[in-house]
């Protein structure tokens, strides 16, 4: 069992830079949704504060260590993208979740900013905060560590805000930047970073992973972690009740693709806009799907339900079944493209799907459906930014629908 779940070729990057005295300069980890990026930067906080290394073991932690896991360490801080008006409330409930799931993911995540902050009264994830949680001397490390979660979420102001405190980090701070990727970022921000990359997970390390944390079997782990390609949170929710029944009604949509039938497919997005299970699902199918993220609301204090807070309202539950929904045809279309590019050496990560894959590959122009496989990645950015479902699905639904009659006229033409 590990403190946090992190990549250990990373940690030991962070570890070498940290030897070679290089860690006055920010770091910037770059990777991948779910590569592990921001476990690797808390369990590499954790251990700089550490009080105990050669004694401390997760199940028997030292006080510096329980308090790093817990988010209450004093000299240990973690922000990230918030809603405006987000409070030590908001800030607690979120730290809980993140306890109870190294994966969670708050439901604004995609929309929310980190934001400079009231000049008077900077709110807990603001950059305001940071500056002044890193000018404070450190109460029992010996050095203050901050982790900046979505970096590429930075509004321009805090951005700004934040130059000086990147250039010379006061008092030895340490400073740890997480991103997706560069693109966006300020230069005046990369020129201040050392980037270190991190990978998608290999299939059998993320395995291992799924095996401790959710306690499935080897093969189970195995098969999430292939379908999710090294993507830790996507593996961890395709082990989740939902995924054979979002499945399913991927696989059903696929098909009404393949045949045409604009009418499903329009009632399909109908379905997800008002949040009601799809009608091919049977009764205890349907009951999974209404029960998703229920139990999560429960759990988190007093604004569960709330748009703001850190429990997902049923308008984030919806999208969060919407998305889980392209993901999967956006797996179903790759899956397409390389049953066409590969012929017999196609090796199909979802087995029982590959009659339907090869079904609906045959007869397509693969630029066509790299083309879609593009748009169904473009709506499903569209629903995360919360623009309306029922008609994001309705117009994709319509457009794949026309594709895939013009690659079949065209087919039977030549
Ligand atoms: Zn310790």
Redesign the pocket.
């Known amino acids: 069992m590990e403190f946090y779940p992190h990549r250990p070729a990373v940690l030991e990057r962070l570890e070498q830079i940290h030897r070679s005295g290089r860690l006055g300069q920010p770091v910037l980890l770059t990777g991948p949704d779910g590569s592990g990026k921001e476990a690797t930067a808390l369990e590499f906080a954790r251990r700089l504060a ?4 050669g004694a ?1 073991t997760p199940g028997a ?2 006080e ?2 329980a308090k790093a896991l817990t988010f209450q360490h004093p000299d240990i801080l973690w922000i990230g993208p918030a809603p405006a008006g987000f409070d030590e409330d908001d800030a607690r409930a979120l730290f809980a979740a993140k306890q109870e799931d190294p994966f969670f993911r708050p439901p604004f995540a995609s929309t929310a900013f980190v934001a400079i902050g009231d000049s008077e009264h900077p709110g807990p994830m603001t950059v305001r905060h940071l500056i002044r949680f890193l000018q404070q001397h450190p109460f029992q490390a010996e050095r203050r560590i901050a982790v900046v979660a979505d970096s590429r979420r930075l509004n321009q102001a805090a951005a700004n805000a934040f130059l000086k405190t990147l250039e010379e980090p006061p008092g030895g701070a340490v400073i740890i930047l997480l991103a997706t990727g560069t693109e966006g970022m300020l230069p005046t921000i990369l020129s201040r970073c050392q980037e270190v990359r991190v990978n998608p997970w290999p299939d059998g390390e993320l395995a291992d992973l799924l095996c401790e944390l959710h306690g499935v079997d080897r093969e189970t782990a195995l098969a999430a972690a292939n379908v999710a390609a090294g993507d830790a949170r996507r593996a961890a929710s395709l082990l989740q009740d939902i995924t054979p029944v979002v499945r399913k009604t991927a696989l059903a949509w696929l098909d009404w693709i393949r045949l045409g039938n604009r009418g499903y497919a329009a009632i399909l997005a109908d379905e997800m806009h008002r949040g009601v299970p799809p009608h091919i699902l049977d009764a205890d199918e349907a009951a999974v799907w209404k029960g998703h993220g229920k139990k999560g609301a429960s759990r988190k204090g007093h604004r569960s339900g709330s748009a703001d807070g850190v429990a997902p309202g049923a308008a984030a539950i919806r999208r969060d079944l919407a998305i889980r929904l392209c993901e999967w045809l956006v797996l179903l279309y790759s899956e397409a493209m390389k049953c066409r590019e590969l012929g017999d050496a196609w090796r199909p990560r979802v087995p029982e799907a590959a009659d339907l894959i090869r079904g609906f590959a045959s007869g397509r122009a693969t630029n066509t459906l790299l083309g879609d496989l593009e748009r169904i990645e473009a709506c499903r950015g569209d629903i995360d930014r919360n623009l309306n479902i029922g008609l994001l699905l309705a117009v994709l639904s319509e457009e794949l629908i026309d594709h895939a009659e013009t690659d079949r006229t065209r087919l039977q033409g030549t």
């Open positions: 550490c009080v105990s290394p401390c932690p030292c510096s260590c």
